[in-house]
């Protein structure tokens, strides 16, 4: 089930990261600092709103598949990692909590891939605290990336900034609880 409507949604958020980064990349002359920012968010809302509609319509048409199991995740993650980059570029974001982020995701990647191989993949299985990291995160990223003033009361700079760094102490909490789920196993096969 490789072109299923569900996966190609998925490969959206993947396609979607060069538009969102390109951008920043355009001319002033081609479009005002204020309107590549409006664009660049309301992109970065529709394609991660995809993330919601595969899901559903996967179950909805049932065209869940093992290979829109594995790559979900992944465009979830180039999709935040790519605009995390982009606001430590435009100095929207800390460096600091890029490294958290990004971090993160590859030492659990990398801790799944091991659990799963050896068999233990339902001991770091996504929680809740997970979950959570993942809506803080896209709500923080399209406040930081309009980086303005919403309907005339909302300093998205402001709450972007209070909700990144939420969100990385979210990341870091749930990468301790997936490694203190994974300590049992690691410890049964370092023996």
Excluded at 33 to 43: G, L, P
Aim: glycine content about 4%; hydrophobic content about 60%; some cysteine.
């Amino acid at each position: 089930m490789f072109l299923t409507i569900p996966t190609i949604l998925t490969w959206t958020r993947i396609f979607a990261i060069p538009l969102i980064v390109g951008v920043f990349y355009l001319p002033e002359t081609a479009l005002a600092a204020a309107d590549k920012n409006f664009w660049a968010t309301v992109m970065f809302v529709v394609f991660a709103l995809t993330d919601w509609l595969d899901g559903y319509l996967a179950r909805k048409l049932d065209q869940s598949s093992s290979f829109g199991a594995f790559l979900d995740p992944v465009a979830d993650k180039f999709l935040v990692c790519a605009c995390v980059l982009v606001l430590v570029h435009l100095q929207r974001a800390d460096v600091f909590v890029a490294l958290i982020i990004i971090g993160r995701e590859i030492a659990i990647s990398a801790l799944r891939e091991w659990m799963a191989q050896i068999g233990a993949s339902k001991s770091v299985a996504v929680h809740m605290i997970g979950k959570l990291k993942t809506v803080v995160q896209m709500v923080a990223i399209p406040f930081l990336l309009f980086d303005g003033v919403f309907l005339g009361v909302i300093d998205t700079r402001l709450w972007g900034t209070a909700l990144i760094w939420i969100a990385a102490v979210l990341t870091v909490w749930s990468m301790a609880y997936y490694l203190q789920k994974a300590i049992p196993e690691i410890r049964a096969r370092s023996r």
